[in-house]
């Protein structure tokens, strides 16, 4: 596997992230990068990420930070990971596994402070929840509904070792 790497989106990732490709089944748990990117202008506590390899974009997500994430968490100090995906055509290599174990130190790195990384998956997307499970993350019961069903909200604890 090629070695994959985390960085901020930029302007000249806007045509490769607005190339991305999604099958029906995966698009009705994520919004596609458009539709996020729209939301990070309007709100400067959310932050375009891009996941790459070979130093091109093959993946995307958003974290978020501030109060805006209270539906999704009471501490005040954790980052909220949205709308992971990676692009159809390079699935199944094991690019969003690989950024999912890299988040946690980013997170460390450029959010002071933060001490936790929440998220919630859709109850119906199973392939999703094995990836967050498998990278650390924790179900502790807690559950919301959001525009598509019910999510589980998934916690990742930051430990000192990686501040």
């Known amino acids: 596997m090629s070695d994959v790497k985390l960085r901020a989106y930029h302007d000249v990732d806007t045509k490769a992230v607005a190339a991305f490709l999604l099958s029906a089944d995966q698009l009705q748990f994520t919004a596609m990068p458009g539709d996020s990117l729209a939301l990070c202008?309007?709100?400067?506590?959310?932050?375009?990420?891009?996941?790459?390899?070979?130093?091109?974009?093959?993946?995307?997500?958003?974290?978020?930070?501030?109060?805006?994430?209270?539906?999704?968490?009471?501490?005040?100090?954790?980052?909220?990971?949205?709308?992971?995906?990676v692009d159809q055509r390079h699935q199944g290599k094991?690019?969003?596994?690989?950024?999912?174990?890299?988040?946690?130190?980013?997170?460390?790195?450029?959010f002071p402070g933060a001490d936790e990384i929440v998220l919630a998956v859709n109850k119906g997307n199973l392939l999703a929840q094995?990836?967050?499970?498998?990278?650390?993350?924790?179900?502790?019961?807690?559950?919301?509904?959001?525009?598509?069903?019910?999510?589980?909200?998934?916690?990742?604890?930051?430990?000192e070792r990686q501040e």
């Open 41 to 85: 202008q309007e709100d400067d506590s959310r932050h375009p990420m891009v996941i790459c390899t070979e130093d091109k974009p093959v993946g995307f997500f958003v974290l978020h930070d501030g109060p805006g994430i209270a539906p999704f968490s009471e501490n005040p100090n954790a980052v909220l990971l949205r709308g992971l995906l």
């Open 94 to 110: 094991g690019y969003a596994y690989r950024a999912m174990t890299l988040v946690p130190d980013w997170v460390s790195r450029n």
């Open 130 to 159: 094995r990836l967050y499970l498998k990278c650390g993350f924790e179900d502790r019961g807690n559950r919301r509904m959001g525009q598509k069903g019910e999510q589980l909200l998934l916690h990742f604890k930051l430990d």
